[in-house]
C-alpha cells in the first residue's frame, strides 16, 4: 500500500506560452506553443507524488467558475484526491506562463483574496491518516493550521517557503519540522545574499530541518552544523516551469517512505530535473523509473 501525504496550498490554471527566443519587456510576441496545464505548489506537488508511486491528497481552494471545475476534473484524472479542496465563490487562481527558448519561465499570477483567505481552513480530518505534510506559504493561514495539526498528530511536516512578501512566516517555520527556501525567499527573509549565511540564521530561529533551492547549484542544507550539498543534475533543459514544486512534492514523499536525508534529496533533485527536459501533459512528471534512470546517469 503506498504511503499518503496531504498537499496544502495554491492550485492554479495555467496558461502556458512557449516563446522561441527570450521575452523582452514592452515588445510583442509570437507564441510558438500554447498549453493550459493545472499548476500552482500544491497540485504540482501532489501530481509528482502521484507519478512517484504515492498517494496525494490535496487540500486547497478553487473558485465555482468553469476554471475551478476544468482543474478538479483534471486533477481527479490525475489520480489526485481531492476530496479536500474547497469550492469558494468567485473565480480561481490563474497564471499566464511565458517559456522562453532556454526553459526559463515567467509567471504573471492573479489569486483572488478569497482562495487565500482564513475561510475554509483544514481541520483534523483533512490530515488524519497522513504519513506526511506538504504546505506552501502562499495560503499562509491554511499552512500555519496545517503546521500546527500536523504537530498534534506527530506528523512529519515540510514547508515549501517561496513568496514571503507580506507574509508572515515565522509561525510555519518554527512549527514544521522541515522547511525549504527558494533561494529568493530566503534572501529576503534574511537580508543575507549568501546562501549559507542565510540559511544558518534560519537554523538559529528553529529546530526543523532547514535547505534551499539554488536552480543549477541545487539543495544545500544543514546537518549537524555541517554545509551540505546534492548537486544538480544535468540534464537539457527545455521548462523550468513547476521544477520547484516537483522537488517539494517528492521530498514530502520521502519522509511519508522514511528516507534518510541524502536520500530523499537526490531523488527530488531527479524528480525535478525530469520536469525541466520538458515531457508533456502527464509525463512531464517523473516516475521511480525516470528517477533511476537519471540518477545512474549522473554517476
Not at 508511486?53 to 484524472?77: M, P, Q, Y
Request: proline share 4%; net charge negative; with cysteine.
Amino acid at each position: 500500500m503506498s504511503v499518503r501525504v496531504s498537499c496544502v496550498g495554491l492550485t492554479v490554471l495555467d496558461t502556458v506560452f512557449r516563446l522561441p527566443y527570450q521575452v523582452t519587456p514592452g515588445a510583442k510576441h509570437a507564441a510558438i506553443g500554447l498549453d493550459s496545464l493545472v499548476g500552482g505548489p500544491a497540485a504540482n506537488a501532489a501530481a509528482a507524488i502521484v507519478a512517484l508511486g504515492g498517494s496525494a491528497v490535496l487540500i486547497s481552494k478553487v473558485g465555482t467558475d468553469a476554471a475551478g471545475a476544468v482543474v478538479i476534473s483534471t486533477l481527479e484524472r490525475g489520480g489526485i484526491d481531492t476530496g479536500g479542496v474547497r469550492r469558494v465563490d468567485g473565480p480561481t487562481s490563474q497564471s499566464a506562463v511565458v517559456v522562453d527558448d532556454a526553459g526559463e519561465r515567467t509567471i504573471a499570477n492573479h489569486t483572488p483574496s478569497a482562495i487565500t483567505d482564513t475561510t475554509d481552513l483544514p481541520v483534523v480530518s483533512d490530515i488524519e491518516g497522513s504519513d506526511s505534510v506538504l504546505v506552501d506559504a502562499r495560503w499562509s493561514s491554511g499552512a500555519e493550521r496545517v503546521v500546527a495539526i500536523a504537530r498534534d498528530l506527530g506528523v512529519p511536516c515540510l514547508a515549501d517557503i517561496d513568496l514571503v512578501d507580506n507574509v508572515d512566516v515565522a509561525p510555519i517555520i518554527t512549527g514544521a519540522t522541515h522547511v525549504v527556501f527558494s533561494r529568493a525567499a530566503l534572501a529576503t527573509l534574511t537580508g543575507i545574499s549568501d546562501d549559507e549565511g542565510g540559511l544558518r540564521k534560519i537554523a538559529r530561529t528553529t529546530s526543523a530541518f532547514v535547505g534551499v533551492t539554488m536552480g543549477d547549484e541545487g539543495f544545500s542544507w544543514i546537518e549537524q552544523d555541517e554545509w551540505r550539498n546534492v548537486p544538480a543534475i544535468d540534464v537539457p533543459v527545455v521548462d523550468t516551469n513547476g521544477a520547484g514544486d516537483v522537488f517539494h512534492g517528492a521530498f514530502a514523499l520521502g519522509l511519508a517512505e522514511g528516507l534518510e536525508p541524502w536520500d530523499i534529496i537526490t531523488m527530488a533533485n531527479a524528480a525535478a530535473a525530469h520536469v525541466c527536459m520538458g515531457g508533456s501533459g502527464s509525463q512531464r512528471f517523473a516516475s521511480r523509473q525516470d528517477v533511476d534512470r537519471l540518477l545512474e546517469g549522473s554517476t
